[in-house]
């Protein structure tokens, strides 16, 4: 494979300076980012250059009126160390669908896989080779007008930036489901990676830290009533044996994990709901001891076992990790399609092919 990237390498590697058996979540960036412009109506000036911070103007209309997407994906090694990338095509339809709400131009999608290609396996070195860590990829696209008014920008910038990581959530989390503030509304912009998104997710989400919780579990903005997702992830319950997952309505961000996970548990042949699910009728199942599991899905956190939900005077409590057998059958599975020991039936994975000009 060419490249019509620009590349300039870093000589000036940190690699050795980092811990891999101690890698703390998005504090450690690798040595390259790709870059890219929009002007004129067109994207260009494709480059890879060393990591490292990016000049803008006091006026740039992202830091003014929000126009900024992202996305985020991970790269591991098989068990015989090849870089590996799950599902990028999907990466690149989500952020142009991001694009397309916020007003921005779409990124060509043959470009951003063939990026993603070039910086991982420019930096194939720096993906942990632990089962459960990887290489974070973090996609982004941001307004970088140089002047103020509230319109969309005619120039923007896209960057993608890699770092190790290790497990996201290491012990199981606590949710407390919000009663008056709304992450996201039907129409609204719930379904795009949009930064405003988790901006204004922080302050009800130290409320709930206070409490001694980790995540808001965000319910519809109209009745609070349908559970949304949480954090960065997407819900999933086991009631009465069988798996249920909100329907995604708008507001409810498109998961390519909760995706996945669909996908193998309807091969294995398990018993899925994809609908609009209560909390009413999850705090009804739990004082039935029907609620057998509670869990996140997502890029960062892959499957997170959820021990605590609040719910008003509810504390409803969820059997111990150990016991929450679905969720630990996923979470092995997909780290196992991720690592090339299981077999990867659905055709998710994609062998890093990094071009000529990056091997020499
Ligand atoms: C709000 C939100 N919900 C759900 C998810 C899970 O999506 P994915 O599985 O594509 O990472 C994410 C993470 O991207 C997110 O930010």
Redesign the pocket.
């Known amino acids: 494979m060419d490249t019509k990237f620009k590349i300039t390498k870093n000589e000036n590697s940190k690699i050795s300076e980092v811990d891999f058996d101690n890698i703390p979540f998005g504090k450690i960036f690798s040595d390259h980012m790709f870059t890219a412009d929009y002007k004129d109506g067109e994207w260009g000036n494709f480059q890879i250059v060393p990591f490292g911070p990016i000049q803008i103007h006091p006026a740039c209309l992202a830091l003014h009126y929000g126009q900024s997407i992202f996305e985020?994906m991970k790269a591991t090694k098989s068990y015989s160390g090849d870089p590996l990338l799950f599902r990028p095509e999907m990466h690149a339809t989500r952020i142009n669908a991001s694009a397309r709400r916020m007003a921005m131009p779409e990124f060509p999608e043959d470009v951003f896989v063939e990026a993603i290609h070039a910086i991982v396996g420019l930096d194939q070195k720096w993906i942990p080779p632990a089962e459960g860590s990887a290489l974070y990829i973090r996609p982004f696209m941001f307004a970088n007008g140089e002047y103020i008014g509230v319109g969309p920008s005619d120039t923007y910038k896209f960057v993608i930036f890699t770092g190790p990581v290790g497990p996201y959530y290491p012990k199981p989390i606590g949710l407390v489901a919000e009663e008056f503030y709304v992450r996201a509304a039907v129409g609204g912009t719930g379904e795009a990676?949009a930064c405003g998104n988790y901006a204004g997710s922080l302050l009800p989400t130290e409320l709930a830290k206070q409490k001694g919780y980790d995540q808001v579990l965000w319910l519809d903005g109209k009745e609070y009533k349908y559970v949304q997702?949480a954090g960065?992830?997407?819900l999933f319950f086991v009631i009465d044996d069988v798996v249920i997952t909100p329907a995604t309505d708008g507001a409810i961000?498109k998961?390519?994990?909760?995706d996945s996970l669909l996908a193998i548990l309807d091969s294995f042949g398990y018993k899925i709901e994809v609908r609009p699910i209560t909390i009413d009728e999850i705090v009804k199942a739990s004082k039935n001891g029907l609620l057998q599991e509670a869990f996140g899905?997502?890029?960062?956190v892959v499957v997170a076992n959820i021990d605590r939900i609040k719910y008003k005077d509810n504390v409803l409590k969820l059997p111990v990790p150990e016991k929450q057998k679905v969720a630990n059958f996923l979470r092995n599975e997909i780290n196992g399609i991720r690592s090339q020991k299981k077999a990867d039936e659905f055709d998710w994975i994609v062998p890093v092919k990094a071009p000529e000009a990056i091997k020499a």
């Open positions: 985020g990676k997702e960065t992830m997407n961000l998961g390519i994990t909760r899905a997502g890029t960062a």
